[in-house]
């Protein structure tokens, strides 16, 4: 079965289990992160009993922010395309990974099975799709080395993102207000490092494109998917400590030059050094047309 598949006892080179480091020092079996493979098994035993995500959905309980139908049209990645963007997402143990759009949420439960991040997040505003979502998680057979997952019913533009590190975005029918909306709020979080989508983004300082991956999907044999780095330094190179420290020293030298000011002030003219040296330069000049 996928779960006995899944129970995977880590070995040293020699064959023997390793120890897993407890107290009373003896030899305990380590889960093993699931391969593609063993996930693809895991999901298609709870996929394989609920209806798909295609055809028409609707979004309701969000008032004035109602999204617009033609935002929730569908299509799926493919087994054979998770695998392909997998190593492009780059996933660290520490990762809090979000799917935007995630549909029926079967990329957000691969990347938990794969056991790679902290966190998997789905965000979907299709009530049809949310709550097929939610029943294939119920249904899956989640290993001991599942990461935590969480699929949610949400507006992905209007969600204050405080934890995301690693991002995909399903914005290929995606309107530019949605979409500048989300980008927006996902550049004020400081954990965020990395960002997957289907469509080029607009061009930001702050976000450089590494490359692109091809992954195969429902609405095409193979599309072409952009991976960009954020970038949080824009200052030319110049790094934040090194900025603090040059900012540092700016109020430091103005503190202990204050006379450079003062000297400037007769020659501009101005406040009441300006005024009174007019003044006593008035009467000279006087003086000296009447000697004439």
Known sequence: SAVAAAAVVC????????????EDSKLVPLICPLDHSDAVKCLKGAYGRIANGFGTDFASGFGVHSVDSANMQYGEITYDGMQALYPSLGLRPNDVFYDLGSGLGKLVLY?????TVSKAVGLEIG?????????????LSTPKNCAEFE??????????????SVVVITNLCMDMGVQGRTIDSLMRCESLRRIVCICPLPPKPQLKLLKTVKVACTWAKVSSWQIYE?????????DQTRASRLRSLS???LRTRPCSMTRLLPIIGGGKRGQQSQQQQQPQQQQQQQHQ
Do not use: F, M, N, W
């Not at 990347?111 to 056991?115: D, E, I, K, P």
């Not at 954020?230 to 110049?238: E, H, K, N, Q, Y």
């Open 127 to 139: 009530c049809r799709r949310h709550r097929l979502a939610q029943t294939a998680a119920e249904l």
């Open 230 to 238: 954020v970038v949080r330094d824009v200052s030319g190179g110049l």
């Open 151 to 164: 699929l949610l019913q949400e507006d992905i533009s209007r969600r204050p993102y405080k934890d995301a």
């Open 251 to 253: 109020r430091s030298t």
């Open 11 to 22: 070995s040293g080179g020699d064959g023997s289990v390793v120890a897993g480091g407890d």
């Open 111 to 115: 990347v938990a099975l794969r056991g």
